[in-house]
């Protein structure tokens, strides 16, 4: 996984693109967020990537 830092996410934390393997972080959220809601955070995104899941629903992948 790739991580790096965005600034127009709004109230969002973080998301992740699935296809690339790219977690964007929220700039202007991050820094005050405790350690331990960035773990919570980073692992969340992480399941969403493992998962291949968007918005708590999996995607298909393709078979062709």
């Not at 709004?10 to 690339?20: E, F, L, T, Y």
């Not at 929220?26 to 955070?41: F, H, K, Q, S, V």
């Amino acid at each position: 996984m790739i991580y790096k830092y965005k600034s127009d996410m709004g109230n969002n934390p973080a998301s992740v693109d699935i296809r690339k393997g790219i977690v964007y972080i929220n700039r202007d959220m991050w820094t005050r967020l405790t350690p331990y809601e960035r773990a919570i955070i980073l692992l969340h995104e992480e399941g969403h990537y493992r998962n291949k899941s968007v918005d708590g629903s999996l995607k298909k992948e393709s078979r062709g």
